[in-house]
C-alpha cells in the first residue's frame, strides 16, 4: 500500500465502530482529486411507515418508538404531536411541561452518552471508551453517572428508560406527583456540577479546522430553547409552519444507500442537529450555558462540526437545568391525558430530537386509523451534508497514510452521531485512488 496522491489505493474497515448502524464510506479519487463520496448504507430497511398503516392511532407511540432504543422518546413525541394535530387534540400546560421534561432526560441520556463513550476516545488518542476508562476511570464514571440521572427522568415519567411505555397520544397514562418529580432534584443538581466539568472537559480538545458549509435548519420557539415546539427555520432565513415541512423539504432515493436523502425542494443540502439548533437559539439559552460557552470560545456562533461534542455538552447542561426549573414549577395536571375525538385528518409533528429535526405525518380516518404515515429521521436528512462534507475533508488530507486517513474520516463521521438504523426505516471504508 502507498499514501502517495496519485497511485491506486483502497482503505477497508470492517465496521465503523462507535455509532449506531451499519453502513460504509466509498470514496474515489482520480489524478488527485476526490471526485466521488458515497455513504454506502447497506442495513436492510425496516418499513416502520408501512407497519404504521392500518393500526389504531393509538398505538402509533408504542410502535415508533421501537425505531430507536437510545431515542425512544423523540419519535414518540413527534407522532403524538402529528396524531393530535390531525385529530384536533389540545394539551394542557402542565402535560407539555412534562412532555418538555421527558424529552430533557431523553437529551442527557443520549448527549452523555455520545460524548463519553462514543467520540471522546477520537480526541484521546483511544480506540473505545473502554480502553479510555482504563486511564481516566473517573472521568468515565462521571459520564456514566451524567447519563443514569438521564435515565433516571426516563424511567420516572415513561415507565422505563428505553421504550416508555407510560406515554400515549394526548399526554400520558398516569401523571407523576410533584413527590415522585421531586425526589430528582438533588440528582440533577450534582447533573448541573458534573455537565459543566463536562463542557470545560471538552473544550480542551484538539479540534480540526473546520468549517460546516451550507444551510443549518432547526425548529425555532419564540421564548424558549427548542425542543418539543417551534416553527422550522434555518440559517438562510426559512421560518415556516412544521404543516409546511413538505412543501420545503422532500426525501429521494438514491442507489447506494437503503435510506432516503433528505434534500431542500429545488436542490441543495441541509445539516440538522445540534449545532443547527445552537446557531438558530443561541439567544434562548440561560445565561449559565452561554457564559460557559463563551468560556469555551464558541459563544452564538459555532460552525466546526468537531466542536459539536462542545454544543452537545452545553445541551447538557441546559436540558439538566430546564429539568430542575419544570419539576420546581410542576402541579400535576387536572387529566394526564386529553381524550382522542372520532375525527380524522392529515396531521404533522416536529420536534428535536438529540441528533436534530424529526418529522412525522399521519392521515387518520374517522375510525381513529392510520391511512398513510411518514417519518423523516434526522440521519437521513443528514446524509447528503456528511458526504459532502467528507468530500473536502479527505481533500486536503490525501497525503495522509492509510490508517491515519481512515481513523480521520471516522472521527469526521461520528461528529454527526449518526443513527443510521433510524434512517433505514458505519464503517467500512475504501478509498479508490487512480
Known amino acids: 500500500m502507498t499514501h502517495t496522491n496519485g497511485a491506486s489505493r483502497t482503505l477497508s474497515v470492517g465496521s465503523l465502530a462507535r455509532v449506531e448502524g451499519e453502513g460504509s464510506m466509498h470514496v474515489v479519487v482520480r489524478d488527485g482529486v476526490v471526485s466521488d463520496v458515497e455513504l454506502r448504507i447497506f442495513e436492510p430497511p425496516r418499513f416502520f411507515e408501512a407497519f404504521l398503516r392500518g393500526r389504531a392511532a393509538a398505538e402509533v407511540p408504542d410502535i415508533a418508538a421501537r425505531i430507536c432504543g437510545i431515542c425512544p422518546v423523540a419519535y414518540q413525541m413527534s407522532a403524538c404531536q402529528a396524531i393530535e394535530s390531525a385529530c384536533g387534540i389540545a394539551v394542557d400546560d402542565?402535560?407539555?411541561?412534562?412532555?418538555?421534561?421527558?424529552?430533557?432526560?431523553?437529551?442527557?441520556?443520549?448527549?452523555?452518552?455520545?460524548?463519553?463513550?462514543?467520540?471522546?476516545?477520537?480526541?484521546?488518542?483511544?480506540?473505545?471508551?473502554?480502553?479510555?476508562?482504563?486511564?481516566?476511570?473517573?472521568?468515565?464514571?462521571?459520564?456514566?453517572?451524567?447519563?443514569?440521572v438521564g435515565n433516571d427522568i426516563l424511567n420516572v415519567l415513561g415507565g422505563r428508560a428505553i421504550h416508555p411505555v407510560n406515554v400515549r397520544v394526548g399526554g400520558f397514562y398516569k401523571a407523576p406527583s410533584f413527590a415522585e418529580l421531586?425526589?430528582?432534584?438533588?440528582?440533577?443538581?450534582?447533573?448541573?456540577?458534573?455537565?459543566?466539568?463536562?463542557?470545560?472537559?471538552?473544550?480542551?480538545?484538539?479540534?480540526?479546522?473546520?468549517?460546516?458549509?451550507?444551510?443549518?435548519?432547526?425548529?425555532?420557539?419564540?421564548h424558549e430553547y427548542p425542543i418539543t415546539e417551534g416553527r422550522i427555520a434555518s440559517t438562510s432565513g426559512l421560518d415556516i409552519p412544521v404543516d409546511d415541512f413538505p412543501e420545503y423539504f422532500s426525501e429521494e432515493q438514491v442507489a447506494h444507500s437503503t435510506a432516503l436523502h433528505g434534500r431542500m425542494r429545488g436542490g441543495g443540502t441541509y445539516t440538522v442537529g445540534p449545532l443547527a439548533r445552537y446557531n438558530l437559539n443561541y439567544d434562548r439559552l440561560p445565561a449559565l450555558v452561554q457564559e460557559l460557552a463563551v468560556a469555551a470560545g464558541v459563544?452564538?456562533?459555532?460552525?466546526?462540526?468537531?466542536?459539536?461534542?462542545?454544543?452537545?455538552?452545553?445541551?447538557?447542561v441546559f436540558a439538566c437545568d430546564e429539568a430542575l426549573r419544570i419539576i420546581a414549577a410542576y402541579t400535576p395536571p387536572a387529566a394526564p391525558s386529553a381524550e382522542m375525538p372520532a375525527r380524522g385528518g392529515t396531521g404533522h409533528g416536529c420536534t428535536e430530537a438529540p441528533r436534530g429535526l424529526l418529522y412525522h405525518r399521519y392521515t387518520?380516518?374517522?375510525?381513529?386509523?392510520?391511512?398513510?404515515?411518514?417519518?423523516?429521521?434526522?440521519?437521513?436528512?443528514?446524509?447528503?451534508?456528511?458526504?459532502?462534507?467528507?468530500?473536502?475533508?479527505?481533500?486536503?488530507?490525501?497525503?495522509?497514510?492509510?490508517?491515519?486517513?481512515?481513523?480521520?474520516?471516522?472521527?469526521?463521521?461520528?461528529?454527526?452521531?449518526?443513527?443510521?438504523?433510524?434512517?433505514?426505516?458505519?464503517?467500512?471504508?475504501?478509498?479508490?485512488?487512480?
Not at 411541561?97 to 467520540?119: D, F, N, V
Not at 456562533?301 to 445541551?315: D, G, K, W, Y
Not at 411518514?374 to 468530500?391: D, F, K
Open 94 to 148: 402542565q402535560v407539555r411541561a412534562l412532555r418538555r421534561l421527558l424529552y430533557c432526560g431523553e437529551w442527557i441520556e443520549s448527549h452523555t452518552l455520545h460524548i463519553y463513550l462514543l467520540h471522546a476516545p477520537d480526541f484521546l488518542g483511544y480506540e473505545s471508551s473502554v480502553a479510555l476508562a482504563q486511564d481516566h476511570r473517573a472521568i468515565v464514571e462521571r459520564g456514566l453517572q451524567l447519563k443514569k
Open 182 to 222: 421531586d425526589a430528582l432534584t438533588e440528582r440533577l443538581r450534582w447533573a448541573v456540577d458534573a455537565a459543566i466539568e463536562t463542557v470545560q472537559w471538552v473544550a480542551g480538545f484538539d479540534f480540526p479546522d473546520l468549517q460546516l458549509e451550507g444551510d443549518l435548519v432547526a425548529m425555532q420557539h419564540a
Open 299 to 316: 459563544a452564538r456562533e459555532c460552525r466546526n462540526p468537531f466542536q459539536s461534542i462542545i454544543v452537545r455538552a452545553l445541551e447538557v
Open 364 to 434: 387518520v380516518d374517522d375510525a381513529g386509523v392510520i391511512r398513510d404515515a411518514v417519518i423523516v429521521p434526522p440521519t437521513s436528512q443528514n446524509q447528503p451534508s456528511i458526504e459532502r462534507g467528507l468530500r473536502e475533508f479527505v481533500q486536503v488530507r490525501l497525503d495522509l497514510d492509510d490508517a491515519e486517513l481512515t481513523r480521520q474520516c471516522e472521527q469526521a463521521i461520528r461528529n454527526y452521531d449518526p443513527c443510521i438504523s433510524c434512517a433505514t426505516h458505519f464503517l467500512d471504508l475504501t478509498v479508490d485512488r487512480g
